[in-house]
């Protein structure tokens, strides 16, 4: 008499497991969540412009504002500054803020060179470091924050905006009461 052939072994993946790995996502979409939430409000920062003039994320409560981080070497930044202006220009008349903040890395002198020349209509300062670093520790350029008027962060784009996107949400943060 032959033996009988068994079935072949296989490996059963207990409902535990799935309980496990469902608690632990579970466990980092909420403290995403919380840690995303406790950061929606803008830092109190100080921005000091060109200028010499000091304007504070306090001066700027009450209106709808953008604060661009950027660099006069930074290719993205150069390129969307065109657009930049021309986001600002439309909705400037709608009471909305504007700081394109300098990066601490750029010189002074080429900050100055790039706001006359290509007539920046809004807001430049210079960073020593210290907005960038309330700001989430900002690093890379170009990132803009978008703010409404009770201070809370509507969103932050690191490269350059989705323009109709960015277009529709000031639109909405203008028009809020």
């Given at each position: 008499?032959?033996?009988?052939?068994?079935?072949?072994?296989?490996?059963?993946?207990?409902?535990?497991?799935?309980?496990?790995?469902?608690?632990?996502?579970?466990?980092?979409?909420?403290?995403?969540?919380?840690?995303?939430?406790?950061?929606?409000?803008?830092?109190?920062?100080?921005?000091?412009?060109?200028?010499?003039?000091?304007?504070?994320?306090?001066?700027?409560?009450?209106?709808?504002?953008?604060?661009?981080?950027?660099a006069t070497n930074c290719d993205t930044c150069v390129q969307e500054m065109p657009k930049m202006v021309d986001t600002y220009n439309r909705f400037k008349g709608k009471g909305l803020e504007f700081v394109a903040v300098a990066m601490n890395y750029d010189a002074p002198m080429y900050v100055t060179n790039y706001?006359?020349?290509?007539?920046?209509?809004?807001?430049?300062?210079?960073?020593?470091?210290?907005?960038?670093?309330?700001?989430?520790?900002?690093?890379?350029?170009?990132?803009?924050?978008?703010?409404?008027?009770?201070?809370?962060?509507?969103?932050?784009?690191?490269?350059?905006?989705?323009?109709?996107?960015?277009?529709?949400?000031?639109?909405?943060?203008?028009?809020?009461?």
């Open positions: 008499m032959s033996p009988t052939p068994s079935a072949p072994v296989t490996k059963r993946t207990s409902p535990i497991r799935y309980v496990v790995m469902a608690v632990v996502a579970g466990a980092i979409a909420i403290a995403g969540y919380f840690a995303f939430n406790g950061q929606q409000h803008v830092p109190d920062a100080t921005f000091t412009l060109l200028s010499g003039q000091k304007v504070s994320t306090a001066d700027l409560k009450g209106k709808v504002y953008l604060v661009n981080f950027w706001t006359a020349t290509r007539r920046l209509p809004f807001k430049v300062a210079m960073d020593d470091g210290s907005a960038a670093k309330q700001f989430g520790n900002v690093q890379l350029t170009p990132t803009t924050f978008v703010v409404d008027k009770d201070g809370k962060i509507l969103k932050r784009y690191v490269g350059e905006p989705q323009f109709a996107e960015l277009d529709q949400l000031l639109e909405k943060a203008l028009n809020a009461a």
